[in-house]
């Protein structure tokens, strides 16, 4: 995978999605960042660009940095943020051809999120989409109990297990693909991996799904 040139496939959805939305769209909450707006997250996703290639980037993307990349745009409507976008793409490309890739991670994850408020579903079944899942995988193994039996994850696609084969595994939950990789950026809660779960508790794993902030407060689909 070219992971530049998906980060910028993902970039022009982004941008096809949002130019030109009314500004009453563009104040629609985000369910999946309910402090946000459309036009805040936007304003996020252009700020991290800016920031990055500023050499402004700590390491835990806290929750400070973030607030300070859309307090700073306030007075932008949707159309300023997609031009101080557009003019940060070369850069921010070139940036990652000598860095690495991580704003594919960024942009990937919230382009589903404004899906999901916009009602625009799409781009379910892109390879970064499927790096995400593979990656967040590894972060949800490396977050639980050892003592904790082995969890499974099946898909009709794709599957994974915390130890050992799927098949063998106490717990597993089944779903689509699409939504194992975004319970896996905890953009479900734990009501749907509950009704995910045919077989075992869920229950003690549910602190390790928790690996972006606390699991959604409600069910989440875009």
Do not use: K
């Amino acid at each position: 995978m070219d992971e530049i040139a998906e980060w910028t496939r993902a970039q022009e959805r982004v941008i096809a999605l949002v130019a030109g939305l009314p500004a009453a769209r563009a104040a629609t909450t985000v369910p999946a960042c309910p402090d946000w707006t459309v036009r805040d997250l936007l304003s996020h996703m252009v700020g991290l660009g800016a920031d990055v290639v500023a050499g402004n980037e700590p390491d835990d993307h806290n929750a400070a940095w973030t607030a300070r990349q859309v307090d700073a745009r306030r007075d932008r409507d949707v159309d300023a943020l997609v031009a101080e976008w557009r003019a940060l793409t070369g850069p921010l490309q070139s940036w990652m051809a000598e860095h690495g890739t991580r704003p594919l991670g960024d942009v990937t994850i919230h382009e589903q999120d404004l899906r999901g408020a916009l009602g625009e579903p799409g781009a379910q079944d892109t390879p970064a989409t499927a790096a995400m899942r593979e990656r967040f995988a590894g972060r949800l193994g490396a977050r639980l109990d050892p003592e904790l039996p082995p969890i499974a994850l099946v898909g009709p696609g794709w599957s994974w297990c915390s130890r050992g084969e799927p098949t063998d595994a106490p717990v597993e939950l089944r779903a689509s693909d699409f939504d194992l990789a975004r319970a896996l950026v905890t953009r479900r809660s734990a009501a749907q991996l509950g009704a995910w779960t045919v077989r075992g508790d869920v229950g003690p794993y549910l602190d390790a799904f928790a690996i972006l902030g606390p699991l959604p407060e409600r069910d989440l689909a875009e």
